[in-house]
């Protein structure tokens, strides 16, 4: 039998979570800062082409965390260090930005970083084609295009929505919800990525 005692000591010093974590895939990636002619600017990646997965897509650094990672910062940084080769020890993580729960990718774990010795990238090919910088100066008054994506309620076979009371309501069920599309030169950043570089600057502009 329950009594309020027992379910306050099972409750006691909680911290909250995310729910549904344990069976998601988490990634964590690094937007990173870095001098360009003297110029602060954001470094993003153009996945490669070989890739299956969303090849020559704009990107930051970043990927899986392993189950040998640390922590989130620390599979960042790891990610960061085999797709464009910089050293761990020239990456300063200097802070974390809001966690991104997605319904396609799972839980992103976004950082904002600096990396020292921008020249001595090099690239892993299997992963990036190529990298590029936008000063950071450009997002100052910059107004990114606003466009609607639509994700569609759709039970598959053996969906019990006749169990449901307000079934109806279920059928033609939709969510819409706004993508930003950044355009820089012959770039188009939008997507995840979009969402948490209009995150940062929205940070900066406060």
């Avoid at 039998?1 to 979570?17: D, E, H, P, V, W």
Wanted: net charge negative; aromatic share 12%; with cysteine.
């Amino acid at each position: 039998m329950y009594n309020l005692s027992y379910i306050q000591k099972q409750l006691s010093n909680r911290k909250a979570g995310i729910l549904g974590s344990s069976d998601s895939m988490k990634s964590a990636v690094v937007l990173p800062l870095v001098y360009v002619d003297q110029e602060i600017s954001i470094l993003f990646e153009v996945r490669s082409k070989t890739l299956t997965k969303q090849p020559g897509e704009i990107c930051f650094p970043g990927g899986k965390i392993d189950s040998t990672d640390v922590n989130p910062e620390a599979a960042a940084v790891r990610e960061l260090h085999e797709e464009i080769g910089i050293l761990t020890s020239k990456v300063e993580i200097v802070s974390p930005l809001d966690i991104l729960v997605t319904p396609f990718r799972g839980i992103i774990y976004p950082f904002v970083g600096t990396i020292e010795n921008f020249e001595d990238i090099k690239i892993n090919r299997n992963e990036v084609d190529h990298v590029f910088t936008v000063p950071l100066s450009f997002f100052r008054h910059y107004q990114p295009q606003q466009h609607t994506m639509r994700m569609k309620f759709e039970p598959v076979e053996g969906f019990p929505l006749e169990k449901i009371a307000n079934k109806r309501a279920y059928k033609n069920r939709y969510s819409d919800f706004s993508e930003s599309f950044y355009y820089y030169e012959d770039y188009v950043i939008w997507g995840l990525t979009a969402r948490i570089l209009t995150h940062f600057l929205e940070i900066m502009k406060h």
